[in-house]
């Protein structure tokens, strides 16, 4: 059988084993009944054969980043148009001072587990800016919530470098 090798098995490949389930499994759920929908939705998968290593900037719509005002919390939003795999998060080191990561989210996913992270851990020559998250998928968000704890405002911008699929 030939099959051909897509640019999204690519990036899976070497992830490794999603679960491990030994021993019993218990159903602890009312069994599913089958329906007929009476005008199913048909989707086309789409087959992504190409990618690209690209910067997803993230700086809340204004040209030259988010104003973010003392002592408050503030959210970074992006959607990429195809999906994309983060590789690294960036702040810049001249606005990372005095400001925290409070919370990253991919849907359901939260990559900031317990109090606040410090900016500083993924500034441009930190050498823990590498992260391993789910793949955002196209139209999905990608929330960032900042926490300025500075005494004055900061205007900046966060860098997401990872690999966009393409068909």
Same mark, same amino acid.
Not at 18 to 29: F, Q, Y
Not at 47 to 53: I, L
Not at 135 to 147: E, F, L, Y
């Given at each position: 059988?030939?099959?051909?090798?897509?640019?999204?098995?690519? *990036?899976?490949?070497?992830? /490794?084993?999603?679960?491990? +389930?030994?021993? %019993?499994?218990?159903?602890? !759920?009312?069994?599913?009944? $089958?329906?007929?929908?009476?005008?199913?939705?048909?989707?086309?998968?789409?087959?992504?054969?190409?990618?690209?290593?690209?910067? *997803?900037?993230?700086?809340? /719509?204004?040209?030259?980043? +988010?104003?973010? %005002?003392?002592?408050?919390? !503030?959210?970074?939003?992006? $959607?990429?148009?195809?999906?994309?795999?983060?590789?690294?998060?960036?702040?810049?080191?001249?606005?990372?001072?005095?400001?925290?990561?409070?919370?990253?989210?991919?849907?359901?996913?939260?990559?900031?587990?317990?109090?606040?992270?410090? !900016?500083?851990?993924?500034?441009?020559?930190?050498?823990?800016?590498?992260?391993?998250?789910?793949?955002?998928?196209?139209?999905?968000?990608?929330?960032?919530?900042?926490?300025?704890?500075?005494?004055?405002?900061?205007?900046?911008?966060?860098?997401?470098?990872?690999?966009?699929?393409?068909?």
């Amino acid at each position: 059988m030939n099959h051909k090798q897509t640019a999204y098995d690519a *990036l899976l490949r070497g992830a /490794g084993d999603r679960a491990n +389930l030994n021993g %019993a499994i218990e159903v602890v !759920a009312d069994p599913a009944i $089958q329906a007929t929908p009476q005008n199913p939705t048909r989707y086309q998968d789409v087959e992504y054969t190409k990618s690209d290593d690209i910067h *997803l900037g993230i700086a809340t /719509g204004s040209q030259g980043g +988010l104003v973010h %005002a003392t002592l408050t919390a !503030a959210l970074f939003q992006a $959607q990429p148009s195809d999906p994309f795999k983060p590789r690294a998060l960036v702040v810049p080191s001249s606005h990372s001072w005095q400001l925290y990561i409070r919370a990253i989210k991919i849907g359901s996913f939260n990559a900031v587990d317990g109090d606040d992270i410090p !900016a500083e851990v993924h500034s441009e020559v930190s050498l823990s800016q590498f992260v391993s998250w789910p793949t955002i998928q196209a139209n999905q968000p990608i929330q960032i919530t900042m926490w300025n704890q500075a005494g004055w405002n900061k205007r900046y911008s966060i860098d997401l470098r990872g690999t966009r699929l393409r068909p």
